[in-house]
């Protein structure tokens, strides 16, 4: 523990700055028709490990579960990684057509999180808006018991926090597209030289094969130069089925955390060493309020 350091939250002052800054076009903003705006750019709030720019709809509540397999490259002795299991489990609540609030809890790091999803701006049909702007913040705490009890971690070093502007749209009526630049700040790092404040660029891409089926490919890339360990940037795959009230999600990635902290700057997995983990996401929703469809 000599070798880690501790760097309190200095820069998070400046997204509220950001964020202050779009209040004149949140509230600004035109009231619309729900036709008026493209719908379904991605058909759940997740790509695969990252988050859409999707939210639910007032007054619905998300029920998600995501499920990592161990590595593939384990063998038979490991049932090719089908013996291990990372998850994570999460409510998701519309509070109206532009906000979404969420929690949940994962097996990796024992981590407690917690979201919020804000429409900026959403793509219109007539063209006049080419494309939807979301932005995404978090937080998360690893509830992890110290392995040496003589240095405790303190609660101010557990804590990580994102920020994301999730930016996309719909190229036609079969492809979308979305980038996620993304700052991660971690409380505390493994070393002096490992920064607090990770920069990543995310991409990801949807391809819609029939109604009910897509492809899916998302790719989150860690600007060099920020991190001392061996660490590498998450890539998966996926394929998204729509059940009606289900959307299940099979995807392979070599990320095993489920939230932003953990698979933007943790994940160890190497594709190039067969270091994949097969997957699923299944989200149910339930009407909580309004009128039913």
Same mark, same amino acid.
């Given at each position: 523990?000599?070798?880690?350091?501790?760097?309190?939250?200095?820069?998070?002052?400046?997204?509220?700055?950001?964020?202050?800054?779009?209040?004149?076009?949140?509230?600004?903003?035109?009231?619309? !028709?729900?036709?008026?705006?493209?719908?379904?750019?991605?058909?759940?709030?997740?790509?695969?490990?990252?988050? !859409?720019?999707?939210?639910?709809?007032?007054?619905?509540?998300?029920?998600?579960?995501?499920?990592?397999?161990?590595?593939?490259?384990?063998?038979?002795?490991?049932?090719?990684?089908?013996?291990?299991?990372?998850?994570?489990?999460?409510?998701?609540?519309?509070?109206?057509?532009?906000?979404?609030?969420?929690?949940?809890?994962?097996?990796?790091?024992?981590?407690?999180?917690?979201? *919020?999803?804000?429409?900026?701006?959403?793509?219109?049909?007539?063209?006049?808006?080419?494309?939807?702007?979301?932005?995404?913040?978090?937080?998360?705490?690893?509830?992890?018991?110290?392995?040496?009890?003589?240095?405790?971690?303190?609660?101010?070093?557990?804590?990580?926090?994102?920020?994301?502007?999730?930016?996309?749209?719909?190229?036609?009526?079969?492809?979308?597209?979305?980038?996620?630049?993304?700052?991660?700040?971690?409380?505390?790092?493994?070393?002096?030289?490992?920064?607090?404040?990770?920069? !990543?660029?995310? *991409?990801?891409?949807?391809?819609?094969?029939?109604?009910?089926? *897509?492809?899916?490919?998302?790719?989150?890339? &860690?600007?060099?130069?920020?991190?001392?360990?061996?660490?590498?940037?998450?890539?998966?795959?996926?394929?998204?089925?729509?059940?009606?009230?289900? &959307?299940?999600?099979?995807?392979?990635?070599?990320?095993?955390?489920?939230?932003?902290?953990?698979?933007?700057?943790?994940?160890?997995?190497?594709?190039?060493?067969?270091?994949?983990?097969?997957?699923?996401?299944?989200?149910?929703?339930?009407?909580?309020?309004?009128?039913?469809?």
């Amino acid at each position: 523990m000599s070798a880690m350091k501790k760097n309190i939250l200095r820069p998070a002052t400046w997204p509220l700055f950001l964020f202050s800054l779009l209040l004149p076009l949140i509230f600004g903003a035109h009231v619309l !028709s729900a036709q008026d705006y493209v719908s379904r750019t991605f058909r759940g709030t997740r790509v695969i490990n990252g988050h !859409s720019l999707e939210t639910v709809h007032t007054g619905e509540l998300e029920f998600l579960i995501s499920h990592r397999f161990g590595y593939i490259n384990r063998g038979a002795y490991e049932f090719f990684g089908l013996d291990q299991a990372s998850m994570r489990l999460g409510f998701e609540y519309g509070v109206n057509d532009r906000l979404m609030l969420g929690v949940g809890r994962s097996t990796y790091g024992k981590h407690y999180d917690a979201f *919020a999803k804000f429409r900026l701006l959403r793509q219109r049909t007539d063209g006049k808006i080419p494309l939807s702007i979301t932005l995404f913040t978090s937080a998360a705490i690893n509830t992890l018991k110290p392995t040496d009890p003589n240095f405790p971690i303190y609660l101010q070093s557990r804590l990580a926090y994102t920020w994301q502007l999730l930016i996309g749209g719909k190229v036609n009526d079969r492809l979308s597209l979305q980038l996620m630049p993304t700052i991660v700040h971690y409380n505390l790092v493994e070393t002096a030289e490992d920064h607090n404040d990770l920069l !990543s660029a995310g *991409a990801a891409i949807r391809f819609r094969f029939t109604k009910n089926v *897509a492809i899916l490919a998302e790719y989150y890339y &860690v600007l060099p130069g920020q991190r001392t360990q061996e660490l590498h940037d998450a890539f998966a795959i996926g394929f998204d089925i729509n059940t009606g009230s289900h &959307v299940f999600q099979l995807q392979i990635t070599n990320a095993t955390g489920m939230i932003e902290k953990a698979f933007i700057g943790e994940t160890t997995g190497d594709w190039a060493k067969g270091d994949i983990r097969l997957g699923f996401n299944i989200a149910r929703t339930f009407k909580l309020k309004g009128r039913r469809y």
